[in-house]
């Protein structure tokens, strides 16, 4: 089987991008089996681990694991923002898991962008701040945070070229 992706260079830079940006990804379906492999390896606690066990939960079934439902919002939010030119995340802030995912839910993913800051600094990189959400079919949040990331700008573009990134992010 051939690996579908396909690496590509970023080309939305920081002032590109604009305060109130809204964006939604598609739908993943989430898989009983996916969910348990990626507990097992990953986050094996009982209720993620074992369907048996995890009827006696205060969930009553398998729930996926939070970093695993943040996995999956790293693949969808890939389909919606791939095309900004980030240099790295730096932090997260309020992140919330409101609501238990499960086996047959239907997830996608919104991003929306709240603040965007140049750097004090550094005229290669500027600041956004966006809020992300995972919800279900039915519109309901599953997961909640806030997400602050540097951006290259075009000035930080033009340096880098077809270099590396600069080892310094702040």
């Known amino acids: 089987m051939t690996d579908p992706f396909v690496p590509a260079r970023p080309t939305r830079a920081f002032e590109d991008l604009a305060v109130g940006e809204f964006r939604r990804s598609g739908e993943k379906l989430v898989t009983l089996d996916e969910m348990l492999a990626f507990a097992r390896a990953y986050d094996p606690q009982w209720f993620h681990t074992?369907?048996?066990l995890a009827q006696g939960?205060?969930?009553g079934d398998v729930v996926a694991s939070g970093i695993y439902v943040l996995a999956m919002w790293r693949q969808l939010d890939h389909q919606i923002?791939?095309?900004?030119d980030w240099v790295c995340g730096i932090g997260w802030d309020e992140l919330r898991l409101k609501k238990a995912v499960r086996a047959g839910d239907r997830i996608h993913v919104t991003?929306?962008?709240m603040e965007l800051t140049p750097s004090k600094s550094r005229d290669d990189r500027g600041t956004?701040?966006?809020r992300y959400a995972v919800l279900d079919s039915e519109g309901t949040e599953?997961?909640?945070?806030?997400?602050?990331n540097l951006v290259y700008t075009r000035a930080g573009q033009a340096r880098r070229g077809d270099q590396a990134a600069p080892s310094s992010v702040a």
């Open 128 to 130: 956004a701040i966006t």
């Open 50 to 52: 074992d369907p048996a």
């Open 81 to 84: 923002n791939s095309d900004i």
């Open 57 to 59: 939960s205060v969930f």
């Open 111 to 113: 991003s929306e962008i």
């Open 142 to 148: 599953r997961v909640t945070f806030t997400s602050i």
